[in-house]
């Protein structure tokens, strides 16, 4: 879907040209996975798959929506309080206009038509890419001035508040601060953030989408998250802190692995084992960083095997497919490093091959997930980009 087609959605179906069409990327995650509600590192970017949303005001108060891809309209009441509904798309867009208007923004009414080709349920966050690129379109439409972090905070809360998803910051603020041919660590806790230019030569990014969305996927999520609380909160009531360390820690980031080790028998076995996943998991975005520096590919790639390790046995937050599709890149003397991406249940594997052997490695790879399991393998290269931008 390229910005005339959803311009000319826009005005087949509401008339008039659009005031703006915005480009809001869906994202990928090189390592630092369920990092980033404990307040530890994340490593995103920005990829080239995204939504284009075209926009334009309203004298009426109302907000219509055209979802062009599924081919679907929703029409708001006219008032001055948002609600939820039933066509679950809508609420990314109503979520983060109802957050804006929280912090006594003035919006008012808005047509919107948006499409494009991140895949949806795939784990390459295009409900973050919904948020970020109607926030983009509002803020210039109604003048609001809102700096790109005040951005991707709000599109967090209309996520976790009106949507009902407890997700951490990753994907809106990989979707709005990309930047082209780089990754980018994310310090959840302090906001800071450094870009890391990725130049890996002879070497390829590509996505397998599993095909599989597991249902419980937003319910486990949440689970895993008060997994993590109750780790920190059994840490707390049994760690005295002297007076050399720096004492009180309100998240996992704050937890050493040592620790962490040294207070195993006050945590429940699970608890244990999610914290423990987390914890390395911290340190492993500093390690890739390094590696990443040095240009050491084959480190990078030890670490996301790791990582996909511990997110199987530690976080079980995998699936047979997703495990399949790993095995068969660990097999693979051209597969640098391979994992299950994004929140779990499926999805993509993220995978760091030598480009030579990419198209041997892609085919063979999907003629055996089709003889395993019977499903057809959608492959992504992906090229990373700069984040949401006006076009
Ligand atoms: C989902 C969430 C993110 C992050 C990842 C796991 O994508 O939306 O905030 O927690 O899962 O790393």
Redesign the pocket.
Known sequence: MHVHTIATAFADRFGPAPEITVRAPGRI?LI??????NAGY?LPAAIDKAIWLSAGRRTDGQFAFYAADLDEFFLSENSETVFQTTHTWANYLLGVISEARRDGRLIGGLNVAFGGDVPLGA?L?SSAALESGTLFAINELYQLGLPKMEIVRLAQRGENNFVG?K?????MFASVMGRADSVVRLDCRSLDFEYFPFHAPGYSLVLFDSGVKHSLVDSE?NTRRQECEAGVAALRAHHRPTSSSSDEFSSLRDVSPELLFRHRDALDPVVFRRCKFVVEEIARVEAACLALQNSDFVQFGRLMFQCHDGLNREYEVCVPETNFLVEQARANPAVSGSRQM??GFGGCTINLVKTEALDAFSETTAVAYRQFFGLDLNIYPVRLTNGTEVV
């Open positions: 995650n630092g996975e369920h990092t980033d509600y994340v784990g966050s998803m997700c951490g910051i990753m994907d999520y994004g929140g």
